[in-house]
């Protein structure tokens, strides 16, 4: 089976009132890169929540390597710890993800949990650290860290589990242009060493750099479009039907002028 | 998508000077209370940048800190004569100086509360009244002594030798022991403070909950600024009663509810990492020689003070 994550007919609406997603119904791949995008309030986030069986949908099923995710299969400790011991979910806001009291303590967060040996997890979280040159933040509080550092410690306690499977909501939301590079290539390259990917944005660039299968959402919390990167990105229509590219203005030296285009895939002038 | 920008907007707006009694407003309540939230985060961060310092004080085992801590409390406390304290006084202010704490800041504060308290407390304990002895400063004299419950007023009553000697002792120990607390506090990050307790056996769960309604202080009383700040600054002038109250309510709901979606989602973020209702940490308790050197040092400068005592 190559499916690792199958979602079937997925509804939810928050407080039973607000529909948040309707009728979804999607697999990803083992080992492939696969974007869900949308403008906001499409239900992106919701999406990747369920997937990490964090929410259970209101009506439909998901599936995390052939097994249903229900109340009583994530109440099952073997399965439960599985699921968390494959699956890594970096949050958009790193302050509800950062919950430890120091930012080494995040990192050593997630192994300990599993039972790692202390040894064993110290050498993760300073490789961790060394990695996304967070080695002087290592033992500072963390609500003392900038926008860009907590994301920075977010990805980190995640990688420090290493997962098959890594949920992100947003990946280049606060990092800082350098930081956004390294971040792409490090996903670039971790898919390569076999891992799956799963990423929500709405930003057209990153979809160009990583080249996933792609799902969007629509303002109707629906599925609109299935396909590659290209299929998507191509599709100028789509993508003005969709609320992810329009018509704005910009400037060329002295003259103003407008028109469709996304900055990164379309500019015909 | 064309923007309909609305025509107001590209025209400059015809301003009307305000007239009337020029004035300094007073600051309301609620800007006194919000501007307080703004204080907490304030002290916080000047926490954390302290204990963030590479100062041998600010990376001693916070176990070890807190067991010294408590040994010199013990110390402070049990120590009767001035030469002995003022030599923890003296071994105060090398800690300070150790941590690289700007002694001078520190001890306008403690100062300031010490002699307020102080000259409540220790004053009456300067007089014949309470503290019998030779008087170096007359006060006022009666005719003749009088008997007030358990208390003699005596003829003349004034400052003794004794009573000065006790109110100097009693200042100084409650000096050392706020200075001794807040060169810990400072020179500690809480999360590290919080860490010591785990060798008093406190369950960890306690101490990441303590962890994180600390966090969410900081976060909630940030929000609580800047809700202040966008709330003045869209404010031209002061709003009557009802309305100011309305406003605060609904804000105060706005951070309510922000709260709530916070540690929700921090649940998640737990559960998501493997949280099962069981927290596994490390244990980093095990203290290195120069904690050890430390500690020594501060056992044998104790000792020392009890010895300075029996020689006085």
Known sequence: MNNVIALENVSYRYYSKVLALNDINLQVNKGEIFCIMGQNG????????????????????????????????????????????????????????????????????????????????????????????????????????????????????????????????????????????????????????????????????????????????????????????????????????????????????????????????FHEH | MENDIPSFLLNPEARTIPTGRRGQRRPAFIDVTLRHAADIVRSIRLQADNSSKNTFIGKMNPCIKVISFIYLIVIISIVNSLPSQLSVTLFIFILYSLARINIIQVYRKILLVVLLFGFLVFLPATLNVITPGHVIIHLISFKQPHQFWIYHIPQHIGITVEGSRVAALLL?????????????????????????????????????????????????????????????????????????????????????????????????????????????????????LRDVVALAVVVFFGIGVILIQSMA
């Open chain 2, 172 to 288: 100084l120990r409650v000096l050392n022991s706020v200075s001794l607390t807040l060169v810990v506090v400072y020179s500690t990050s809480f999360p590290r403070l919080l860490k010591a307790f785990r060798i008093f056996l406190v369950p960890v769960t306690l101490l990441m909950t303590v962890s994180l309604a600390y966090k969410y202080i900081l976060i909630l009383s940030e929000t609580v600024g800047d809700t202040y700040r966008a709330m003045k600054s869209r404010l031209i002038q002061r709003v009557p009663g009802k309305a100011a109250r309305e406003l605060t309510g609904s804000r105060f709901f706005f951070i309510f509810k922000r709260s709530q979606t916070l540690y929700e989602m921090s649940y998640h973020g737990m559960i998501s990492r493997g949280y099962d209702g069981k927290i596994n940490m490390i244990d980093n308790r095990r203290p290195g």
């Open chain 1, 42 to 265: 499409s239900g992106k986030s919701t999406l990747l929540n369920i997937i990490n069986g964090l929410i259970l949908p209101e009506s439909g099923h998901v599936a995390f390597n052939g097994t249903p995710l229900t109340k009583a299969s994530l109440e099952d400790k073997v399965f439960n710890t599985h699921l968390r011991q494959s699956m890594g979910y970096i949050f958009q806001n790193p302050d509800v993800q950062l919950f430890c009291p120091t930012v080494f303590d995040e990192l050593l967060f997630g192994p300990l949990q599993m039972n790692m040996p202390q040894e064993k997890a110290v050498e993760r979280g300073e490789a961790m650290l060394e990695a996304l040159g967070i080695e002087e933040l290592k033992d500072r509080p963390v609500y003392m860290l900038s926008g860009g550092e907590k994301k920075r410690v977010a990805i980190a306690a995640v990688l420090t589990l290493n997962p098959d499977i890594l949920l992100i909501d947003e990946p280049l939301s606060d990092l800082d242009p350098k930081t956004q590079t390294f971040f792409t290539e490090l996903l670039l390259e971790l898919n390569r060493a076999g891992k799956t990917i799963v990423f929500a944005t709405h930003h057209l660039d990153l979809i160009d750099h990583l080249q996933p299968r792609m799902a969007v959402l629509g303002a109707d919390h629906r599925i609109q479009k299935t396909g590659t990167a290209h299929d998507i990105l191509t599709d100028k229509a789509f993508l003005v039907s969709v609320n992810l590219i329009h018509e704005h203005m910009h400037k060329h030296g002295e003259k103003t002028h407008s028109h469709f285009h996304s900055h990164y895939i």
